[in-house]
């Protein structure tokens, strides 16, 4: 499916043009832009599992009656799988806050689905986000009349907005983030984008810079509070612990190895980061954890070419003694877990692909954490890491070995732990805060 209205604006080819005029453009888009993204979808869905669910959702047709419906719940909109996660961790700590609270997640993913249906939180209606027609738009409102929709980092769709705002209905976006090239992209059309984004009830910005660009799209001075990063705040969500079972799939390929764990990685980046860790340290056993689980067939007949015995965590066996071993945790929400039993993590994403993945798993659990060049999406966060020796940047494959040997050595691996964790202690509290936010009733906070 098509991301967000602002996403579509945000390219630079299109000049700033009036609301009226952007928001017919893009609902005579929308269709056809449905249609374009239409085989694209169903092949992610057929490889994700997401036609086994209730998938209909998405076209806000649903197989259960509407009684059964938690009415008047909190609406938590987490597009993505990491936005799912984040959204579970506002969740539970909510709860315990407020235990009598409400909540729907919906999603607009099949892996973010799955991870937030096996999260088995009591009471949790899972559910997919409709699409941004008016028509599903109206179902979805009608069925659930959400008490408040929060939208986890930055996915602000027209219809769902402007539908809400007509039904009194308030839509606050936490843990709102933007990139410096999207920054610049979003004021060359901040004329267009003031009427959607005024409609926020409330932004809560990870850092305190990011104030000044919501003013400059149109969100209300009073309206924009500096809560800190939900995703990066050390003091809610379970932190990662190891697990018996982890362990003795680990010792099954000799005790003691160092285990050098790549975290999220994309296409691409299997055979070549477990070639850079056999280099550096040829007793080292390299973990991948790829960032879709679909995707084993592929990762593993790559790793086979660089001349890996690769093991699947979802098939495992015994490995044969000897062999030049690599396992692949091809299961869907356990690399929290994973991490903690790493002796060094690699972010994924950072090296042959852009954007980068979330490190502070890698660093609640005190583990030293190497990634490349292209961590876009986790600034300032990673910038300060680099600048502070709290974690290790690669920039090829001699410098990614030279990081591995410098991490898997306790002193350095230490140290930087040690500066890692004091960077995310700034945002201890994160989620209180945004949790107060979102508590306070309306007009009170406005």
Request: with cysteine; aromatic share 6%.
């Amino acid at each position: 499916m098509p991301r967000g209205f602002t996403g579509g604006l945000g390219r630079p080819s299109l000049r700033a043009m009036p609301w009226p005029l952007a928001l017919l453009i893009y609902r005579l888009l929308l269709p056809l832009l449905f249609v374009a993204a239409f085989p694209g979808w169903v092949v992610k869905m057929l490889r994700r599992g997401g036609f086994r669910t209730r998938l209909g959702e998405r076209a806000a047709i649903y197989r259960n009656d509407r009684t059964s419906e938690p009415q008047g719940a909190v609406h938590i909109h987490a597009v993505s799988v990491g936005e799912a996660m984040l959204g579970l961790k506002l969740i539970r700590a909510w709860l315990e806050e407020d235990p009598q609270q409400r909540f729907v997640l919906a999603t607009g993913t099949a892996t973010g689905h799955a991870v937030a249906t096996e999260a088995g939180l009591a009471g949790l209606r899972v559910t997919y986000a409709p699409l941004d027609f008016r028509f599903m738009v109206r179902r979805y409102l009608d069925r659930f009349q959400p008490r408040r929709i929060v939208l986890i980092e930055g996915e602000a769709w027209p219809h769902l907005m402007l539908a809400c705002d007509k039904r009194g209905i308030p839509v606050s976006l936490v843990n709102a983030r933007m990139s410096p090239r999207s920054a610049g992209r979003y004021r060359k059309h901040a004329a267009s984008l003031r009427p959607l984004f005024s409609l926020l009830d409330a932004v809560a910005v990870q850092e305190a810079e990011d104030a000044a660009i919501w003013r400059e799209l149109g969100v209300e001075p009073r309206r924009i509070h500096h809560t800190g990063s939900l995703k990066f705040d050390p003091a809610s969500g379970a932190a990662p612990e190891r697990r018996p079972d982890f362990q003795d799939m680990l010792d099954a390929f000799g005790a003691m190895r160092p285990v050098v764990l790549a975290a999220s990685t994309h296409a691409g980046e299997e055979a070549w980061i477990a070639k850079a860790i056999r280099d550096a340290s040829p007793q080292a056993l390299p973990v991948i954890v790829p960032r879709h689980a679909e995707r084993r067939v592929e990762v593993k007949h790559d790793l086979e070419r660089a001349g890996f015995d690769v093991v699947l965590r979802s098939r495992f066996q015994e490995p044969a003694a000897g062999g030049n071993h690599a396992l692949v945790i091809d299961s869907t929400g356990e690399l929290r877990d994973w991490t903690a039993h790493a002796d060094v993590v690699i972010i994924g994403k950072s090296f042959l692909a852009t954007g980068g993945q979330n490190p502070t798993e890698a660093i609640l659990a005190r583990k030293p954490v190497i990634f490349g060049p292209h961590m876009e999406n986790f600034q300032p966060l990673a910038g300060r890491l680099a600048a502070t020796h709290g974690c290790l940047v690669a920039q090829d494959d001699v410098s990614l070995r030279k990081a591995i040997v410098t991490a898997l050595n306790h002193a350095h691996a230490d140290a930087m732990t040690e500066h890692a964790a004091g960077l995310l202690a700034i945002h201890e509290g994160a989620t209180r805060r945004i949790i107060a936010l979102l508590s306070t009733p309306r007009e009170a906070a406005n």
